[in-house]
């Protein structure tokens, strides 16, 4: 089931797994299952076309195709975005992988970024990427479009 809110919820769920610091521009969408978040794609810094997403998620089975459709549809189609940034220390494999096999493609590396010289990985996604109109097609096909999905 789809969560959108309460967002200072979804964001204390996110924040304790991700290192994302609260802003003001805050949105969320979140993954519930038997009664429990498993999954949560966070957006912020907001800036023209661009913004920032943040995703964490717990178990092997989260990721299902309402949630991926709603990852992709509220900043895509909701908001009218361009891009997607994603911002990964280059010692989470685990992200990296999960960023990757979604679609996003790394553009950029900031050297010893994070803390213990880690690299910090630039992802991107542009929202006529292969991979992004996959994830919007499952709208069409499963009859989710002209839904609405996440909150501020």
């Given at each position: 089931?789809?969560?959108?809110?309460?967002?200072?919820?979804?964001y204390?769920?996110?924040?304790?797994?991700?290192?994302?610091?609260?802003?003001?521009?805050?949105?969320?969408?979140?993954?519930?299952?038997?009664?429990?978040?498993?999954?949560?794609?966070?957006?912020?810094?907001?800036?023209?076309?661009?913004?920032?997403?943040?995703?964490?998620?717990?178990?092997?089975?989260?990721?299902?195709?309402?949630?991926?459709?709603?990852?992709f549809?509220?900043?895509?189609?909701?908001?009218?975005?361009?891009?997607?940034?994603?911002?990964?220390?280059?010692?989470?494999?685990?992200?990296?992988?999960?960023?990757?096999?979604l679609?996003?493609?790394?553009?950029?590396?900031?050297?010893?970024?994070?803390?213990?010289?880690?690299?910090?990985?630039?992802?991107?996604?542009?929202?006529?990427?292969?991979?992004?109109?996959?994830?919007?097609?499952?709208?069409?096909?499963?009859?989710w479009?002209?839904?609405?999905?996440?909150?501020?």
């Open positions: 089931m789809i969560a959108t809110g309460p967002v200072n919820v979804l204390t769920w996110l924040s304790s797994r991700t290192p994302i610091p609260w802003s003001s521009d805050f949105r969320a969408i979140g993954w519930v299952q038997d009664g429990a978040i498993v999954a949560v794609t966070g957006y912020n810094g907001f800036h023209g076309k661009t913004c920032q997403i943040h995703i964490a998620a717990e178990g092997k089975h989260w990721m299902r195709r309402a949630h991926l459709w709603s990852t549809n509220y900043p895509f189609h909701q908001l009218g975005l361009t891009w997607l940034i994603g911002v990964v220390g280059s010692k989470n494999a685990p992200a990296l992988k999960m960023d990757t096999n679609g996003f493609e790394e553009f950029s590396r900031i050297p010893q970024g994070y803390a213990d010289d880690e690299d910090i990985v630039l992802l991107r996604m542009h929202r006529d990427s292969v991979r992004a109109q996959k994830w919007l097609s499952l709208g069409e096909r499963y009859g479009e002209g839904r609405r999905t996440a909150t501020a």
